[in-house]
């Protein structure tokens, strides 16, 4: 199976900051990688695709980048709705397999 | 706009069999591959399995000698069913549709998922 791991795995954060979040994978899975947003009591939510592809009606401060095995996701500005746990998800092999989830407390 | 609903016990004993089922609204079932994915409480997430709509599955091999998931296109749903349950299977299971097979799988959209507690 392939192991993704995310960096961290909590942060503090103030509206407006740029948040970075950092996902790794145990072997190259080209650009197959997805990002979920998760809020209390709520399914995830679909942000980015394909490593860097917007899903639709997603806002535009945030994106994701890379290829291979190191990925990110960024927030250009954190914005009050976006205080969840975020999940990174690779679909280049089964199993697919999700990160242990980043968690975005406000600070 | 596609919704999906999952349905079933919320309660199952152990060693028994788990079984859900995700109705799909606003789009049909056909043309695409469908999901299971399941958090325990407070965890991360697990993927199952999908299901293509002509019937072709791919499941997780740390529960393919449990798991079955099936099709009914005639009714726009999928099924779940997850054999010899213990208390490691109490989790929320959500349904989804996958997106994009050909050049990056994602999960579009999502059921809002169901607490099935395993608990004599």
């Known amino acids: 199976d392939i192991q993704m791991t995310q960096s961290p795995s909590s942060l503090s954060a103030s509206v407006g900051d740029r948040v970075t979040i950092t996902c790794r994978a145990s072997?190259?899975?080209?650009?197959?990688l997805n990002w979920y947003q998760q809020k209390p009591g709520k399914a995830p939510k679909l942000l980015i695709y394909?490593?860097?592809s917007f899903q639709s009606g997603v806002p535009s401060r945030f994106s994701g980048s890379g290829s291979g095995t190191d990925f990110t996701l960024t927030i250009s500005s954190l914005q009050p709705e976006d205080f969840a746990t975020y999940y990174c998800?690779?679909?280049?092999?089964?199993?697919?397999?999700f990160g242990q989830g980043t968690k975005v407390e406000s600070k | 706009q596609v919704q999906l609903q999952e349905s079933g016990p919320g309660l199952v004993k152990p060693s028994e069999t788990l079984s859900l089922t995700c109705t799909v609204s606003?789009?049909?079932?056909?043309?695409?591959?469908w999901s299971w994915i399941r958090q325990p409480p407070g965890k991360g997430l697990e993927w199952i399995g999908y299901?293509?709509?002509?019937?072709?599955?791919n499941y997780n091999p740390s529960l393919k000698s449990r798991v079955t998931i099936s099709v009914d296109t005639s009714k726009n749903q999928f099924s779940l069913s997850l054999s010899s349950v213990t208390a490691a299977d109490t989790a929320v299971y959500y349904c989804?549709?996958?997106?994009?097979?050909?050049?990056?799988?994602?999960?579009?959209?999502w059921g809002q998922g169901t607490l099935v507690t395993v608990s004599s």
């Open positions: 394909a490593a860097s």
């Open positions: 998800q690779q679909t280049y092999s089964t199993p697919w397999t």
């Open positions: 072997q190259s899975i080209s650009s197959y």
């Open positions: 606003g789009g049909s079932i056909g043309t695409f591959y």
């Open positions: 989804a549709r996958v997106s994009g097979h050909s050049y990056g799988s994602h999960f579009d959209y």
């Open positions: 299901i293509y709509y002509t019937g072709s599955t």
